[in-house]
């Protein structure tokens, strides 16, 4: 009778001693992700102006530990891989450079008027694209806006020999840069209304141009980190270990019109033109409150005329309010957070 009951078991396989182990079934692990070819495009705040060592064309001040190397560096260990094909960001950019020759001006820089002197050429930007690029990324507009020249009109240092290295002139150096706040809301309201138009009109034909390159590209457009404070006189102290206030002799009333009539609206006029495109704007305006220029040891911008880590003719270049490594390293987390969410899944 038990010897029944057992043989019945084993053979409904209910017997744990005689049944056969079920197979197990084995999934195949999943194939990497294929690296995606990058190319970095734009001015020197993708290019990290200030950051030692540099690299590429002399004019450019490229750093060899921008942004870009940084993102790749995030990416990695979350398994988004980027072939990055080429990084052709350079210092003084526009918009335009995008499609044309960049020129480095041998001293005076952009003029007022939007012209480029003579000098070194570079082939456009978009030569680095082709039909394989999946990924393009960049900040592109500041040049464009004209900040270098908003700048100088409202330094008077800046109008001499400290602001050589900064490609351009001063909007109107007849009007004092004492009164600048008050000059860029009257006589000079046209000009800025302009360059912004400019901006706006400039980077719809950059994502059309970059679509016709690299019709399946995805794009990323990384706006600037905030420069000013909301309360200006946070920016009366000097920097930290220097003897430089970090926008040395600009007025508290002209940099809240650098941060509420400049830096914001460009920065909504950026994002509004990614996502006219279909692209992603990083928004590092709204993510850099509180490491401003004047944000003492948290501080990601370096001084307007704080030497920087690089070197040219046996003197350091000033900052120029570029992000200095903290501001660098904030920059690479924004932006490699943005790509994750693009290619991540």
Not at 84 to 107: K, T
Not at 240 to 249: H, L, M, N, W
Not at 328 to 334: F, H, S, T
Not at 336 to 341: L, S
Request: hydrophobic content about 40%; overall charge neutral; aromatic content about 6%.
């Amino acid at each position: 009778m038990r010897k029944t009951a057992a043989a019945a078991l084993v053979a409904l396989g209910l017997w744990a001693t005689a049944a056969a182990p079920a197979p197990v079934a084995v999934s195949a692990a999943p194939a990497a992700a294929a690296p995606v070819e990058t190319v970095f495009i734009g001015d020197s705040s993708t290019g990290n102006f200030g950051i030692a060592p540099t690299r590429g064309p002399a004019g450019c001040v490229r750093s060899a530990e921008n942004y870009p190397v940084k993102v790749v560096e995030r990416l990695a260990p979350a398994g988004v891989r980027l072939d990055v094909r080429a990084d052709v960001s350079c210092g003084g950019a526009r918009i335009r450079d995008v499609w044309e020759a960049q020129s480095f001006p041998p001293s005076g820089g952009e003029r007022a008027g939007g012209e480029r002197a003579g000098g070194e050429r570079i082939a456009p930007q978009e030569a680095a694209l082709g039909p394989d690029t999946g990924l393009v990324v960049g900040s592109l507009g500041g040049n464009t806006a004209g900040v270098a020249s908003i700048l100088k009109q409202c330094s008077p240092r800046l109008r001499g020999a400290e602001g050589s290295m900064m490609p351009a002139e001063p909007v109107d150096a007849a009007s004092p840069a004492s009164e600048c706040a008050a000059y860029f809301q009257g006589e000079g309201a046209r000009w800025l209304a302009g360059r912004m138009a400019a901006v706006r009109q400039d980077l719809g034909r950059m994502f059309d141009q970059v679509k016709a390159r690299s019709p399946n590209a995805r794009v990323v457009l990384v706006g600037y980190p905030r420069l000013v404070p909301a309360d200006t006189s946070r920016c009366l102290a000097e920097v930290p270990g220097g003897s430089e206030k970090p926008f040395a002799d600009i007025g508290q009333d002209a940099l809240t019109f650098l941060d509420a009539g400049v830096q914001r609206p460009l920065g909504d006029l950026m994002r509004e033109a990614a996502e006219e495109a279909g692209a992603t704007y990083v928004d590092l305006y709204a993510r850099t409150g509180t490491t401003t220029g004047c944000d003492g040891a948290r501080r990601g911008v370096g001084a307007l005329l704080e030497g920087s880590e690089v070197s040219y003719g046996g003197h350091r270049l000033p900052w120029y309010v570029h992000p200095n490594r903290t501001g660098r390293d904030l920059q690479a987390a924004a932006v490699a957070e943005a790509i994750e969410g693009l290619l991540g899944a």
